[in-house]
């Protein structure tokens, strides 16, 4: 249909949040030895107007909500053109901490400075 599928626009909310939390100092892999794991517990999407292939976009992520346990992150998928910036998608994912036996548990502290931070260091 010369437009992006709609499943992969996950993809690339999922690709975007993991920028986030590397600029912000998190390592995955680290905390993962750790015993801790946040897996997307639930993932809403609106699709507004399609992204065409090649198009260029730009996805904003932001943390909207934090629990002891869960983490919302709210997403923007826009494209800049002569027209101007063209919001495709919002949506959410909300993330939760799990243990190693994938229990529910709170959020550790390092995981939250890490998450709320400034950006201090660029994706490799």
């Known amino acids: 249909m010369g437009i992006v599928h709609h499943s992969r626009y996950l993809q690339y909310v999922e690709a975007a949040r993991i920028e986030y939390l590397m600029r912000r100092g998190l390592n995955y892999r680290e905390l993962n030895a750790k015993g801790f794991h946040m897996p997307v517990i639930e993932a809403t999407s609106r699709f507004k107007k399609p ?4 198009d260029d976009l730009n996805i904003t992520v ?10 919302r992150f709210d997403y923007e998928v826009c494209r800049a ?11 959410h994912t909300l993330l939760a901490c799990v243990n ?21 260091a660029s994706p490799s």
Do not use: W, Y
Not at 107 to 119: A, K, R, S, T
């Open 100 to 120: 190693a036996e994938h229990r529910p548990c709170r959020i550790p502290d390092e995981l939250l400075e890490h998450m709320l931070g400034p950006e201090t």
């Open 81 to 91: 053109d002569v027209e101007g910036i063209t919001t495709l998608v919002e949506g």
């Open 62 to 71: 932001r943390i909207a909500k934090l629990t002891r346990v869960t983490t």
């Open 51 to 54: 992204a065409r292939f090649n």
